[in-house]
């Protein structure tokens, strides 16, 4: 398994060069990341939980690791962890599902 703290740090470091290299890259990520934090319809344990939930469906490891800190410094428990996770799973199968729908679809039309 990964060493995540390790990970992280060196995320961190790489996205600080990045930073350095192209500020307004950044500073519009920035911008985006913190939007929703001006409703305040969710509280961050609610978005760190989806943000959770989106970065397995994405499969990124950087947003596994930083929002999985998040979600833990905003009291999230394993359990609601492994319950936002099982939001994700179940729409990643229903997403394939439907996608496997349109295969047959596409296998009908194919074979005329």
Avoid at 28 to 45: E, V
Avoid at 49 to 75: F, M, N, P, S, Y
Avoid at 93 to 112: H, K, Q, T
Wanted: aromatic share 4%; hydrophobic share 45%; with cysteine.
């Amino acid at each position: 398994m990964l060493n995540w703290k390790e990970y992280r740090t060196q995320l961190l470091g790489r996205v600080g060069e990045i930073a350095k290299l192209s500020p307004e890259t950044l500073k519009g990520y920035q911008t985006l990341s913190a939007a929703g934090q001006k409703t305040n319809h969710l509280d961050a344990k609610q978005r760190e939980l989806i943000a959770l939930g989106v970065a397995v469906t994405l499969r990124c490891d950087g947003c596994i690791v930083i929002h999985t800190t998040e979600a833990q410094k905003h009291g999230a428990t394993k359990e609601e962890i492994a319950e936002a996770l099982g939001v994700a799973i179940s729409v990643n199968a229903g997403a394939a599902l439907v996608y496997s729908a349109r295969v047959m679809d596409a296998a009908d039309a194919i074979a005329g």
